[in-house]
């Protein structure tokens, strides 16, 4: 058997298991991902990372279709005892998911850190493009004023973590408003806050000067840039109010200009059944360009519209087989980054334990940047308010999800309020995690 990926070890500490006892009967757990290929079985346990390869003699011993309950005893004759020290076989008396709440009540007491760590601000809710699918659509639109922003500075002295913050810039489009950014940046470095920041945004309004001030003055690291797939794609969509400046030549040469700056850039690819085709064709451009950057990353998601019904599984299907050609065809930043599993005791900004806050241009805060805008738990001008995680957080997590191999690896109250949960999920990260493991292979 080989480790392909090393489980998380303070999980293992939490619910490992000192050995193999052969007077026991196992089965396996409820939390493991299973990908079999001729002669190549795959074990993901999404509890702790841990990913195993099997062949086909290892395999016969423990194949949950055949032997649903496996002995202690075969095990040990097997060489296979890590696959209970790590948590991917239980004993058949466990209770899955009673362990599953033990470990995220124990990482949560491991976290003793007070204070917030992440502040996602909303320096603006309007924008220069008018995406089709924006989810925005409707918004009050509405900008941080000076004295706002002030406030906000006095809010993150008050309530920051020790340690280094992030500060996350959302909006809208937060470049609409890069004043406001600078005047918030440059107050904390007055006060010598220890911080660095992100932006989501379109990239359309960054300009060298833009960029040398958003390193120096924002502590700039990351940016998540939101791209449609094709020239013809992305300008059907994007729809800039100066679509001569901001097209997609000028995409292109913004993506280089923040690499030159040193930011990781991430590129957001949207899709649905009318652009999923043309991802091909842009990553291409992109491969040409920028391709030999380590910089450079790619996430995709899934336009909510898109996740109506059951067609999005076949859509997710053909997008994972489109970049599976990709990567096939030596597009690097495909690959995504490796590093080191770590289970999160809270999945979510949601469910952060007031940890990760968000901030519109009012002053108001929320639990969650998808939230409704009834929803605020407080604002940035009630000095006695205690962040805490959304009420929905603590509710019992839904039956279905209970029994499904990954909940490790979601938002607890994914079916109890979470805005961006949809009926497919389990099927998407199903093909998600075969396309992880069939790269693993
Ligand atoms: S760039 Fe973002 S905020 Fe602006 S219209 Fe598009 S989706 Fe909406
Ligand atoms: S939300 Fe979906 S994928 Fe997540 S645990 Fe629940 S059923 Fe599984
Ligand atoms: S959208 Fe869902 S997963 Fe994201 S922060 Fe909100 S509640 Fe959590």
Sequence with gaps: MLTLAKPDNRVIKILGRNGVDPSREYMLSSYVYCYSEPGRHLIKSTMTGGIYSLSDEEWANIDPAVNPVVSGKVFEASGLSELVS????????DDDYSRYKLAVSVLKAMDKKTGIKSYTILPTTGCNARCVYCYEKGMKISSMTEATADKVVEYILRTKSSEEITL??????????????????TALNEHNVLFKSKIITNASLFTPELLDTAVNIWHLNGAQVSVDGSKADYEARKLFCTPVEHNYEHLLKTIGLMLEAGLEVTLRCNYDHGNVEGMYEFWEDINKLYGDTDKLRLYSSMLFQAQKDESCVDLHRRYIEIRSEAQKN?????????????????????DSEGKCVVISPEGDLYNCEHLPTNTACSNIFDEDFKLKSDPRASLEVAEECRNCCFLPECTPFC????????????????????????NLI
């Design 86 to 93: 790590s948590c991917v076989f239980v004993y058949t008396t």
């Design 168 to 185: 996350r810039w959302f909006g809208g489009e937060p470049l609409v408003a890069n004043k406001i950014i600078t005047r918030i940046c």
């Design 415 to 438: 079916r109890n309020g979470c805005p961006d949960w949809f009926k497919y999920c389990r099927e998407i990260k199903s093909i998600d995690t075969e396309y992880q493991l069939k």
């Design 330 to 350: 030596g597009m690097k930043f495909l690959r995504g980054k490796s590093s080191e599993y770590r289970m999160k005791s809270n999945f979510c900004m949601a």
